[in-house]
């Protein structure tokens, strides 16, 4: 299977570019192992040999983490992340380090340092972002599954460009340990995958407490690789509601495929009904306030002193600068810059603390809407994958990309992106389906019905 997989990298990589890092010599050598290991007789895991893309801002011990920035140039952790730590006790094989937009800020992979990502369905398009790197490594057969990270909708809006399964968890839910901190009260880890009984068995190896997370949920989780092989007919009796907040700004042809697999719901027993949630029209501007506060703080540790890049000066603060200056892209000093002002003296409470209350007012509205409702579907992308470069130079309508999936985050909730057909220009168009906190398990049981049937 890892040898299968290589040969697809081998043969398309160059043009894709999912990759800033295959691990072609070390996976063979691991995939031998475990071969070994089974001729033995031994019980090497429920992902024992399955080839396994990681986004490269997801730490792996003695190989590189670049999160596509030039400030970590040459640092390489001394541990494994959590998730990595786990894939391997299943029997995972990683092939590689995958591309994103730099530190996750983005929604296209084309702020990466090391060159955009290129959407395996059309060259010439994008594969969203950030975890666009992950995302085209499975639709591509690099990989059979892959890791990304989501903080407001870096798994699911990539999911949908690129046609794969993209799952964002519960947060805390699966432990953040190793994953390189961009918004932390956002971020979350999750499986992409080409099916949704792919990224299930993944979810059930990745999820559940970890004591090295404070932010872990500390409770068994029961699995949903259950849920994943449910037909139709699990979704008997669901309530179901179209949130018609995350409708309005998609494109027609996208509309039309939600509405098509809502029908393909109530046709296997769901009721399905109009759902409002009035106050996640604010969440774009309150994500783009809370953000970049945090990640201005938790960027301020790469400073020439404890990882990667050092640049010359003639004192501390002049490096300080240097350093910065020359390791951060232009998206990444945006953000940075928006942040720090917001967290400023003076403008705290005026944009900082007002967002906090935003994102209150998102979390009461989601938990008003599931009382009539058991999930919710809506869009994952306003619109299929868009041109390179098409809109590189206007960050707000870059920013729009994230409408219909940063409400989720804001609220802890779960979330997953399913592959549903195509627009009118015969590229993927993904549906996203929304859940309670902790309801990934009726969440998969939807996901499984709606790919049942398109079957």
Known sequence: MVEEHLAAVEAREGDVHAFNLVLAERARAEADTLDGRVAAGEDVGPLAGVPVAVKDNICTRGVATTCSSHVLAGWEPPYD????????????????KTNLDEFAMGSSTENSAFGP??????????????????????????ASVALGSDTGGSIRQPASLCGVVGVKPTYGLVSRYGLVAYASSLDQIGPMAATVADAALVLDVIAGHDPADSTSVARP?????HAARSDGAAVEGLRVGIVDELTAEANPDVVARVEAAARALE???????????????????????????????????????????????????????????????????????????????????????????????????????????????????????????????????????????????????????VPYGTGDDGL?????????????????????????SLA
Do not use: W
């Open 81 to 96: 992340a959590t998730v990595v730590a786990r894939l391997r006790r299943a029997g995972a094989v990683v092939v590689g």
């Open 428 to 452: 993927p168009v993904g549906v996203q389906v929304l859940a309670p906190a902790l309801g990934e398990t009726v969440m998969f049981r939807v996901a499984a019905a709606l790919e049942a």
């Open 221 to 225: 989780f029961a699995g949903v690789g």
């Open 267 to 417: 046709a296997a027993g769901a009721s399905v009904g109009r759902a409002s949630v009035p106050a996640v029209a604010y969440s774009l501007p309150a994500y783009y306030l809370i953000a970049p506060a945090e990640a201005s703080s938790n960027l301020a540790r790469y400073d020439g002193v404890r990882y990667g890049l050092r640049a010359g000066g003639p004192d501390v603060d002049e490096m300080f600068c240097a350093t910065r200056a020359a390791g951060f892209g232009p998206e990444v000093k945006r953000r940075i810059m928006l942040g720090t002002y917001v967290l400023s003296a003076g403008y705290y409470d005026a944009y900082y603390a007002q967002a906090q209350r935003v994102r209150t007012l998102v979390l009461r509205a989601f938990e008003a809407a599931y009382e009539d409702f058991d999930v919710l579907l809506s869009p994952t992308s306003p619109t299929t994958a868009f041109p390179l470069g098409a809109k590189v130079s206007d960050p707000l309508a870059m920013y729009m990309m994230d409408v219909a999936t940063i409400a989720s985050n804001l609220a802890g909730h779960p979330a997953m992106s």
């Open 117 to 142: 990502t290129r959407n395996p369905h059309d060259l010439a398009r994008v594969p969203g972002g950030s975890s666009g790197g992950s995302a085209a490594a499975v639709a591509a057969g690099f």
